[in-house]
């Protein structure tokens, strides 16, 4: 940890020569004092989850012991994330109603991991989704494929985290917004690297209390300026905008083709999300999976109910108010993804305002942290361990490529954040989602429910979801456009899900039924026995191979 304490000591440098010199606004001392408590507080987690973690199940599922409550809180701190928090209010307090377009969509697919993925997951795999996905079919394709699927979704959710980490320190503490991104990026690594799942759990449990906490007094306090009454919220914001088309669909997703893509990504992409579905390994048995998932879903569906207000709430506050306007650029200080940020001061002055900027802070490292190893661990189990090394490995090794993967990862997302910076997070969330229902979802649920599965189909469906997602997605504006400078996007749509999860489907199916061969008809027998071990658990300990 004494490498821990150094990167610290800089990042603490970086912050006072920067706002010694920049001259741009007075630092928040307050929001400084608790992003700094914080910090010193998860670093100590870190370290204490480090001396624990001693074996591969220790660093990836935190030796399974954790129990179906503390996970339901721990997938809620990794789902709530900074598209969430500061995203959805954000879209809210910009285009009105149609931001809950996101609020639903985030939610929607949680019945599906209920009922149809955490059980069987739990009772299939051992440390990653690509477990549950070639436990009959050939590993070496299908663990490749479901590690690319990982990374891509990894590598997109990433970039909001990163780029709401960003303009948060820089309102925070004046610190220019590359640096604030490598901060972040530092301390993930740290995180990850040294207290592995175990860390990042209890890092996502402490931040999902202090998330619902902080969002609950901020729409009880705006709730009670509007004498708590919808009406009042509404047509106060309808009001200030000038305008009542805030309270009419439309403004975010124009047309259907848009919206109904979007929806097909929300919905299926919660279950494709490798971060969330890793950590059903971390329970001990399917009870426990889902448990999990039911204690997950009730504290999100409630946080999502408190975006929407504190996006009203921001209108409302914020709108007019020269104390939080941005007199050269426009709109407010920092953009729309602010918007939040901006409210906690108008509600509570300086001290709520460092509160939610520390929490917001907490948010966004939980979830980089479960991104992160997420993505480590496809590098290093799934691509490593079972396709390089063809399960022959040490697992102290499998550790070690882990952790270089971590550092890896780590600078990626610093460059991709510092590259992304004008997106809004919330859509660089639903284009992850994207992926995910692209490549992850179809292979894992035919996978589970599907006994005519063959590894052909689920490669060749599996690859074409994955590349028609990728090229609509540096097709559309949000790439095309806003990141690569052209005049008018290639593909017309914001998100590539309608045309990418059918063409996975379709695909799979047709590649699958028209496989005759003879490891074909060995995969279809073995669906079986899949089937009884997925709904039973009996001697599940992990995918078998052929």
Same mark, same amino acid.
């Given at each position: 940890?004494? *490498? ?52 591969? @199940? ?27 928090? !500061? ?28 009922? !149809? +993925? ?7 795999? @051992? ?19 479901? %590690?690319?699927?990982? !990374? ?60 619902? /906490? ?46 109904? /893509? ?66 050269? @650029? ?47 661990? %496809? +590098? ?36 991709? *954040? ?44 599996? /690859? ?12 559309? @504006?949000?790439?095309?456009?806003? +990141? ?63």
């Amino acid at each position: 940890m004494r *490498g821990a304490l150094l990167l610290l000591a800089l990042c603490s440098t970086l912050f006072a020569a920067d706002a010694q010199f920049s001259g741009r606004r007075d630092l928040n001392i307050s929001a400084i004092a608790m992003f700094l408590v914080f910090v010193v507080a998860t670093l100590g987690i870190t370290y204490w989850a480090a001396r624990r973690t001693k074996t591969a @199940k220790d660093f990836y599922t935190a030796g399974g012991g954790i129990t179906g409550f503390q996970n339901g809180l721990a997938i809620a701190g990794d789902y709530m994330s900074a598209a969430s928090f !500061l995203g959805i209010s954000g879209l809210v307090y910009l285009k009105g109603f149609d931001g809950l377009i996101y609020s639903i969509g985030f939610l929607v697919g949680w019945p599906i991991i209920l009922f !149809l +993925v955490a059980e069987q997951l739990r009772n299939l795999g @051992k440390y990653t989704f690509s477990d549950v996905a070639s436990y009959r079919l050939k590993q070496t394709p299908i663990r490749t494929l479901a %590690a690319s699927g990982s !990374l891509a979704t990894v590598a997109l959710y990433l970039i909001a985290q990163m780029v709401g980490a960003g303009q948060l320190i820089q309102i925070l503490f004046g610190l220019d917004y590359a640096y604030a991104v490598i901060m972040v990026g530092i301390l993930m690594i740290l995180y990850v690297t040294f207290g592995g799942m175990l860390a990042t759990t209890w890092v996502q449990i402490i931040k999902a209390v202090l998330l619902l /906490s902080g969002a609950t007094f901020m729409a009880v306090m705006i709730m009670y300026k509007v004498g708590f009454s919808f009406e009042s919220l509404f047509a106060k914001a309808v009001e200030l905008k000038n305008s009542d088309a805030i309270m009419a669909p439309g403004g975010l997703v124009s047309d259907p083709i848009s919206a109904i /893509s979007l929806g097909i990504a929300l919905m299926f992409g919660t279950a494709g999300l490798p971060h969330i579905l890793m950590r059903f390994f971390t329970v001990s048995d399917a009870k426990e999976a889902r448990k999990s998932v039911f204690f997950a879903t009730g504290f999100i569906g409630y946080f999502y109910i408190l975006t929407f207000i504190i996006g009203f709430g921001a209108i409302v506050l914020l709108s007019g108010n020269p104390e939080y306007l941005d007199t050269v @650029k426009g709109g407010i200080i920092g953009g729309g993804n602010m918007a939040a940020i901006h409210t906690s001061h108008a509600i509570g002055g300086n001290i709520f305002l460092g509160f939610i900027s520390a929490v917001a802070f907490a948010t966004i490292l939980a979830v980089v942290s479960g991104l992160t190893l997420a993505g480590a661990s %496809a +590098v290093s189990h799934d691509l490593y361990a079972n396709v390089f090394a063809r399960g022959r490995v040490d697992e102290m090794m499998e550790m070690k490529v882990s952790k270089y993967a971590t550092i890896a990862l780590g600078v990626v997302a610093i460059i991709l *954040g510092i590259i992304f910076e004008k997106q809004n997070i919330a859509f660089m969330v639903g284009l992850a989602f994207a992926i995910a229902a692209s490549a992850n979802f179809p292979i894992l649920f035919l996978s589970m429910f599907w006994s005519k599965l063959t590894t052909r189909g689920a490669v060749i469906g599996g /690859s074409l979801g994955l590349f028609t997602a990728i090229v609509l997605v540096v097709l559309s @504006k949000a790439v095309w456009v806003d +990141v690569l400078g052209n005049k008018q996007a290639i593909y017309a749509y914001g998100n590539p899900a309608l045309f990418s999860v059918l063409m996975a489907f379709g695909a799979i199916w047709f590649f699958s039924i028209t496989d005759k061969s003879e490891d074909a008809q060995k995969e279809i027998e073995a669906y079986e026995h899949q089937f009884i071990r997925s709904q039973t658990g009996i001697g599940a300990e992990g995918a078998s191979s052929h």
